[in-house]
């Protein structure tokens, strides 16, 4: 129910109004708040971070120049927490505050999901790993939009594990099931051999670069070439690091919070004394689905995925710094021309 104070009517039959101008007057000089984002350590860079993308680079250019690989046979692969419930990073603390805290920052449900694209433009589907050993912890096949997205190619997976974390096993299926059909297709479209190689590029985690992992690739895939982005540099030197991952966060959060809002408006529609949002894992495990279609069907144009590979740069310490690969932009900024 509404507070007595939006019932009352002054005698020229108006009634009380929380005008933008009132809210903040009343955050700012009566509870002394402003709006703040909650605190984090950031991350660091290595001393030698530009010294590591430049040799980053090179491999990838010796790579693509002496096997003849075009844009579409190189892409990038990263994996991505996403939390089930998500909040917002803002709130209304006391002005001056050092440490800052936010509802639902703590929230620990979530799930991983792993977004590749190629340097060509195109976004590649899903591969969402949920926690739990059955096909049962993953999203019900009556989820909404749970067909398209199988049609499209994604991949619902139990992580068989405690966590939602990738495993061999899981990466053995992103693999099998969504880089090498997709390497293969483009083969075909373009009128390669099957024995034309490619580059799949992913971090140096230790799952990626271990030799079960590296070893099975080498048995099964020997015609893709694992390219590692340097220890500490995903924030300047990965493509899905630095450009798509914001993106696609900010759409899950968006369809998350519109689904709230339905759930809210209905209740009231319906005339609901106490307004709930139902936040069971199961609920919000179906929900998933349709926010990562949503995300994919937004995300997957050419103008925006090869943004995206133009984002990650390394720094020159020279204005003629001999690399034909780097193009020279304002601030001595080099960017990877693939």
């Known amino acids: 129910m509404a507070p007595e104070i939006f019932d009352k009517r002054a ?26 984002k909650a605190t984090r350590a950031a991350q ?52 001056g505050s050092r440490q800052v805290t936010v509802v639902g920052e703590d929230e620990k449900r979530a799930f991983t999901v792993v977004v590749s694209i190629s340097n060509s433009g195109e976004l590649l589907p899903f591969q969402a790993i949920y926690q739990g050993q059955t096909a049962k912890t993953c999203p019900s096949p009556s989820a909404k939009d749970y067909d398209a997205a199988k049609e499209a190619g994604f991949r619902f997976e139990s992580s068989k594990t405690k966590t939602y974390w990738s495993t061999h096993e899981t990466m053995h299926t992103l693999v099998d099931e969504i880089i090498a059909p997709y390497f293969s297709k483009q083969k075909a479209k373009l009128g390669l051999p099957k024995t034309q190689k490619s580059i799949w590029q992913i971090d140096v985690w230790s799952v990626h670069r271990s030799k079960e992992f590296r070893g099975w690739m080498g048995a099964h895939h020997p015609n893709i070439i694992l390219d590692f982005v340097p220890g500490g540099t995903t924030g300047v030197w990965q493509a899905c690091d630095v450009g798509m991952q914001r993106i696609f966060k900010h759409s899950l959060k968006r369809s998350y919070h519109e689904d709230v809002v339905r759930v809210i408006l209905k ?72």
């Open 44 to 95: 660091k860079l290595p001393d030698d971070w530009e010294h590591l993308c430049r040799h980053a680079f090179l491999c990838i250019a010796y790579g693509m120049k002496e096997e003849d690989i075009p844009a579409e046979l190189f892409v990038n692969s990263d994996q991505t927490q996403v939390v089930y419930a998500q909040g917002s990073k803002l709130t209304w603390t006391k002005t």
């Open 267 to 338: 209740q009231i529609e319906d005339g609901t004394d106490v307004i709930e949002i139902d936040k069971r894992l199961a609920v919000l495990r179906d929900q998933s689905v349709s926010w990562l279609w949503t995300a994919h069907q937004t995300l997957n144009r050419p103008e925006i995925v090869k943004k995206v590979n133009y984002l990650h740069h390394i720094r020159s310490t020279s204005p003629n710094y001999p690399l034909s690969g780097f193009r020279n932009v304002p601030h001595r900024k080099f960017q990877l021309i693939i």
């Open 11 to 36: 005698k020229d039959g108006s009634s009380f109004h929380c005008s933008d101008s009132f809210l903040c007057k009343w955050l700012h000089g009566t509870l002394l708040w402003s709006e703040r």
